[in-house]
């Protein structure tokens, strides 16, 4: 089994930033992907970003490119979500997730998620 906390969510203004955090525990895997989703009210979870835990590739979503950028510490097994120039439409909760594999887009792709943390950004 897998355990992933967040936390690092918040309300901040627009063009501000945050970071947030997720402790991995439990057992891992040498080839396994970590990823960010958000899941406004009312719409689908979706995809922002990814990385390998060796971190020799990231993804993006397009519309958080150039603005969050995704890291980790193996040490501490920590995964992070730089997020800058946030916007209203960045207001959702996050969620880390991680699999076992290739690199996957879809909520079904991942068996393992955290509780969410919630991220506001103010007009």
């Known amino acids: 089994q897998v355990q992933l906390v967040e936390s690092g969510g918040g309300l901040v203004q627009a063009g501000g930033s945050l970071r947030l955090s997720c402790a991995v525990s439990?057992?891992?895997?040498?080839?396994?992907?970590m990823a960010w989703f958000r899941q406004a009210p009312g719409k689908e979870r979706e995809f922002v970003a990814a990385i390998t835990w060796t971190g020799d590739s990231t993804y993006y979503a397009d519309s958080v490119k150039g603005r969050f950028t995704v890291s980790k510490d193996n040490a501490k097994k920590l995964v992070y979500l730089q997020m800058n120039i946030l916007k209203p439409e960045d207001t959702a909760v996050y969620y880390c997730?991680?699999?076992?594999?290739?690199?996957?887009?879809?909520?079904?792709?991942?068996?393992?998620w955290g509780q969410g943390t919630q991220v506001t950004v103010s007009s």
């Open positions: 439990g057992r891992t895997f040498t080839n396994y992907y």
């Open positions: 997730a991680t699999r076992y594999g290739g690199i996957g887009y879809r909520r079904s792709d991942y068996l393992y």
